[in-house]
Structures are given as structure tokens and as C-alpha cells.
């Protein structure tokens, strides 16, 4: 540490000077601004949650007032929700609907943004526009030819499997991500594995997809929320059967039926967040680079 | 290499090509190409999903323009929100994001508390704020009472609905204030220095050293956020059946836009005349609007220098 004998050691002891003391006081000052705000910004996204669930171990009664916090702590809210005729269908379904569509969105996607990112051929700025473009269209453009493609002419209404068939076909904005991935990859370990004697579908399998892991794992927890949190397809195919409800529908129709009771739809809302929240615990690294990924190499 | 050779290897890649290609080449056919062609066709046809579509011309078309009474309030509520919910994102996005890069202490916890509620389903999100704002129980006027505020209706009243809406929208900037801060920690750190030396003030530095370095990802955040909001459709359509207080199961008839039409959006229109009026012909015109906005957002966003489609090219 050579700087330190540099400094004259007297200097060290002298007491600050006025200009010294005016940067030292603003900068303490702007420490407590920062931390002030920080503060303030902290109670602004929490205290939804808290109230949320200090709500929903409200009394019935209770729950109707104006008070904030629980005179006794109903627990049993919980249990409640779970003996709601269909909860626990509509935990099946949403589960099924997100696993067994972000298994085929993640097997479909990978080799096209395998292509879109390594292969040179003509059209492929064409193909990625495209791709670009159905992750920008809102469902609802083609929503009334899918609906009747789907309930008319396959008689699938009812069901969820309008909304998982075509996950199995590549999805927009999961091969834009991986893609976005997978041009981070030098083509060297390609060049490598092809003199090597791999083929394509071996150097994909064998080269890239343990490289692309953190991509793929983005793709995946994005897709799992996608499903988890979709309400406008469910509404569309599975509205008029209860019995293929998700989370995020049945929810709504669950305040329908516990009008009044805001204890109970709270607890509902409580148990719909906190799967995606735990995820997350668990996989924020993943989530993360995802959004900068989408975002920010432009 | 004879040119034989050349041309079955040629084959040979086009070949593989297609085959990596072949899941998002029908997917792209099936369910984007002919559904929007079909589109097209349906908003010149009567169509009512039990009698054979029968052409009618232009009529649907007038008749959402001219007729139904949800397609201008719709629209105008899509500028609203364009204008101020799309603006007040990105400034409060780009705002928490210039905090977290400040606060040296518990930078981690922070973060999350930050990023959480982007996480929260749109649906449970919006019970939550529903229930949050709502004027007769909610802690937040039960708040602003013993504080000696006024206290709004909320998602009960025509002129505070979408200010609501945007509380709830700026409630989940968690993915802008990532993007933010990605972007921010990425400005070159001798800029600042540079700045500092010509005795800059903080604002000068903000406007001279970090905007310009930012301005891409700015522009990124607003085209995205004006195409969110083109999508606009569970939060609005929840908070208006929720304020409404009709007790009513999902699948329910109901007044869309409550209040007042105030909380409408194109997306909602789809769904209204196509699923509960029974005018595939009408849902088709309005979706071909969202359509055109849409893709007019979605080619700014791909001309822009150094845009989307380049992303990853060094």
C-alpha cells in the first residue's frame, strides 16, 4: 500500500477544511435523501402485499371495516379457500397448463432460435421480423378465426388444449429470447465440434444446450408465468366448463361468489402470488438475466 | 469443388435449415398467417357463429364506427393511456432504477422488494388494488382520511379509474427498473469523471452524460410500453368488474368499462362483440384497428438504429 506513505502524516490529523467540511456534509446529506426515498419507494411496492395479507386473516366481519390490522388472526381463511367447490381443480389445471406448455415451447423454440442465430442463409432477417412480429401482435387480432379453428372445427372448447397444441410449435417470444442467447455463444465451439465430426443435431445437443442452459431456463420461467398468469385465453376456451378453470380465471369468478368476503378472496390472491414468488426465490438469476436479455443488447 | 458438389451441398443446407425451422414454419402458417388472413375475411362477412357467414360488405365496419358506442370512448382511453400511463412508467422505471444504482446499503433486499410486485399475477394483482382502493374498505382512503386527504373512488369513479389503473401499472415497474439499471451501470465511468472536471452540476451530468448513453433503451421502454398497452386487457376488465360489485360468476354478461366506459380498451371490443354479442364480423373490424396500431408501434421499434432485429450482431 505505497499511497498511504505518500500522504504526509500531519495532514491526516489537521482538521477538515471549510471545503472540505461542506463536501463531507453533502454528501451525508445525499445519503440520507438516497436512503429516504429507497424507504419511501420500499413502502410503496410492499404495503400492497402486507395489507393484502393482513387482510386475509380478517374475521368475516372484520374484513368489512376499515381497520388495517387483524383484531384476531384467522388462519382457518385459508383452509376456507381450499373447501371452495373447484380450488383445487383449478390448481390441477393451471399446473398441467404450465408445465406441459412450457415443456413444448422450450423443446419447439430451441432449434429455430438455434437456426435464427447460427445458420447464414436467405430470408433469415425476413424469418426474425416475423418472429418479431407475432410476439408484438396482441392476441386479440386473430382471436375470433383461432376461437372458431378450435371450438367449431375441432370441437375443443371446454378445454385447455387450444392453448397448449400450439406451444408444441415454437413460440415468438421464446425463440427471440433464446435466439438473443445463443448469438452470445462463439461460433468457434461450433467450428470445433463440426471438425470434430459432430453434425448438427449433435453439436446443438451436445454443445449448445449445455451452454445455453441460463438462456433456456429464462425461457422456461417466463413461459411457466405466462401460463400461470394467462386470463384471456382461458376465457376464451374454457369459460363455459368449470371443470377446466385456471388460477387466474377461477379467481375472478371466486370473488364473484364470496361477494363481500374480501378475507377470503384475499387468502385466494395470497395463494395464487405465492407460487410465482417462491419461484422466483429460487430462480432469480434466471429471471433476471431474461429481462436485461430482452431489453438491453439493442 | 465442382459445381455439382456445390449445389448438393447447397441442398444439403437448405434442407437443415428447414428442418430447424419447421416447428415455428407451421406454427407461423397455422396460427399466425391464416388466422390473420381470416381476420381480413370475417370483417366483411355477417357472421353470428350459427348461420354461415354471408358477405355483407362494408357494414361491420360502419357500424363500429359509426354505431357502437364503445369504439371511440375505447380508443380515446388507449391515448390516455398511451400518453400519460406509457410516460409516467418509463420516468418512474428510469427513476427507481437511478435509485437502486445509489443505494449503497442492503442493495440486494431493496432490489427484490422493487422487483416483486411485477411478479404478482395481472389478475391477483388487480383484485388486490381493487380491494386496496376501494373506497368503502380499503386501507388506502382509510389512510388518507385519518392523514386528512381526499379520498378518490378509485375504480369507482369515471375520472380516477385509469389514474388507479396507472397506480397499479407503475406498482409493477420491477422488469423497466432491471433494464434501467443494466443500462445505467453500463455508462462509460469516465464520462462521469470527464463531467465532473468541467464542474457539471448533477442535473447537467444527467442530462449531458447519462441520457444520451440511456437514450436507447428509453426509447425501447416507451415503443414496448405503447405496445402493452395496445394489449391492455386483464387489469382494466377485472378492476371494472370488480368495482362494479354485481355479483357475478366468470362468463357473466356485464357492461364493459365500468365506469362510465372509462376503463375500455380495443382488446375488451373483441371480446364484447365477438364473444358476447355474437359479431364475429364487428370483433374482426376492431381487431384489424389494434392490428394496424400495432404494427405501426412494432416498425418503430424494428427501424430503430441499432434496434431489436441487430441485437446480439457484433
Known amino acids: 500500500m505505497t499511497h498511504v506513505l505518500e500522504k504526509p502524516v500531519g495532514l491526516r490529523k489537521a482538521p477538515p477544511t471549510p471545503a472540505e467540511r461542506t463536501a463531507r456534509r453533502r454528501a451525508l446529506l445525499e445519503w440520507i435523501a438516497i436512503h429516504s426515498l429507497g424507504i419511501a419507494a420500499a413502502l410503496f411496492f410492499t404495503l400492497p402485499f402486507v395489507f393484502v395479507f393482513l387482510t386475509s386473516l380478517m374475521s368475516d366481519t372484520q374484513a368489512l371495516s376499515r381497520d388495517l390490522i387483524p383484531h384476531t388472526w384467522e388462519w382457518d381463511n385459508y383452509r376456507r379457500v381450499f373447501d371452495t367447490p373447484g380450488f383445487l381443480t383449478w390448481w390441477k389445471n393451471t399446473l398441467f397448463y404450465a408445465f406441459l406448455g412450457t415443456a413444448l415451447t422450450v423443446i419447439s423454440s430451441i432449434p429455430v432460435a438455434y437456426a435464427l442465430a447460427k445458420f447464414r442463409f436467405r430470408g433469415r432477417n425476413l424469418a426474425l421480423m416475423l418472429v418479431i412480429s407475432m410476439m408484438m401482435l396482441p392476441p386479440q387480432v386473430i382471436i375470433i378465426p383461432m376461437y372458431l379453428f378450435w371450438a367449431k372445427q375441432l370441437d375443443l372448447s371446454g378445454t385447455l388444449w387450444p392453448l397448449i397444441i400450439p406451444m408444441a410449435f415454437g413460440d415468438a417470444f421464446s425463440i427471440f429470447l433464446l435466439r438473443q442467447f445463443l448469438t452470445t455463444i462463439p461460433d468457434e465451439y461450433l467450428d470445433a465440434a463440426r471438425v470434430d465430426g459432430c453434425g448438427d443435431l449433435r453439436t446443438l445437443l451436445k454443445v449448445v444446450l449445455p451452454m445455453a442452459k441460463p438462456g433456456i431456463a429464462a425461457v422456461a420461467l417466463f413461459q411457466f408465468f405466462y401460463a400461470w398468469n394467462d386470463y384471456f385465453g382461458p376465457q376464451i376456451y374454457a369459460s363455459e366448463n368449470p371443470g377446466a378453470w385456471t388460477l387466474s380465471y377461477g379467481l375472478e369468478s371466486f370473488k364473484g361468489a364470496h361477494h363481500t368476503d374480501w378475507n377470503l378472496t384475499m387468502a385466494a390472491t395470497v395463494l395464487v402470488m405465492a407460487p410465482v414468488i417462491l419461484v422466483f426465490f429460487f430462480a432469480q438469476k434466471a429471471f433476471v438475466e431474461g429481462v436485461t436479455l430482452t431489453g438491453v443488447k439493442g | ?314
Not at chain 2, 229 to 235: G, N, P, R, V
Not at chain 2, 245 to 262: L, M, N, R
Request: aromatic share 14%; with cysteine; hydrophobic share 50%.
Open chain 2, 1 to 314: 469443388m465442382s459445381t455439382s458438389t456445390l449445389r448438393a451441398k447447397h441442398r444439403r443446407s437448405t434442407l437443415r435449415t428447414l428442418a430447424f425451422l419447421s416447428p415455428w414454419l407451421i406454427g407461423f402458417t397455422v396460427f399466425f398467417a391464416y388466422p390473420l388472413l381470416s381476420t381480413v375475411y370475417f370483417s366483411f362477412m355477417h357472421y353470428d357463429g350459427f348461420k354461415p357467414p354471408t358477405w355483407s360488405g362494408t357494414k361491420n365496419w360502419t357500424y363500429v364506427f359509426e354505431h357502437y358506442p364503445f369504439f371511440w370512448p375505447a380508443l380515446r382511453n388507449t391515448l390516455w393511456l398511451v400518453l400519460v400511463m406509457v410516460t409516467l412508467r418509463v420516468a418512474f422505471g428510469l427513476g427507481v432504477g437511478l435509485l437502486i444504482t445509489k443505494i449503497k446499503t442492503a442493495t440486494g433486499v431493496f432490489r427484490t422488494l422493487f422487483y416483486l410486485p411485477y411478479l404478482a399475477p395481472p389478475v391477483a394483482a388487480t383484485m388486490a388494488f381493487a380491494f386496496l382502493l376501494n373506497p368503502g374498505t380499503g386501507p388506502v382512503n382509510s389512510l388518507l382520511e385519518k392523514a386528512g386527504l381526499p379520498t378518490p373512488g378509485w375504480f369507482n369513479d369515471p375520472t380516477w379509474s385509469k389514474p388507479a389503473l396507472t397506480l397499479l401499472a407503475l406498482w409493477g415497474i420491477g422488469d423497466l427498473m432491471v433494464i434501467f439499471m443494466a443500462a445505467l451501470l453500463d455508462v462509460p465511468k469516465e464520462q462521469y469523471e470527464a463531467a465532473e472536471l468541467d464542474g457539471a452540476t448533477p442535473w447537467q451530468r444527467f442530462r449531458y452524460v447519462t441520457l444520451p448513453n440511456i437514450s436507447p433503451i428509453v426509447m425501447f421502454a416507451v415503443v414496448t410500453g405503447v405496445i402493452q398497452t395496445m394489449q391492455y386487457y386483464t387489469q382494466p376488465l377485472i378492476a371494472g368488474k370488480v368495482a362494479s360489485g354485481v355479483i357475478q360468476g366468470a362468463g357473466t354478461q356485464f357492461e364493459p368499462g365500468y365506469p362510465d366506459k372509462s376503463t375500455l380498451t380495443l382488446p375488451q371490443l373483441v371480446y364484447n362483440l365477438g364473444f358476447q354479442r355474437f359479431d364475429y364480423g364487428s370483433a374482426c373490424v376492431v381487431a384489424l384497428v389494434l392490428f394496424a396500431l400495432s404494427m405501426a408501434f412494432t416498425a418503430l421499434l424494428m427501424r430503430r438504429k441499432g434496434g431489436l432485429i441487430n441485437a446480439g450482431e457484433r
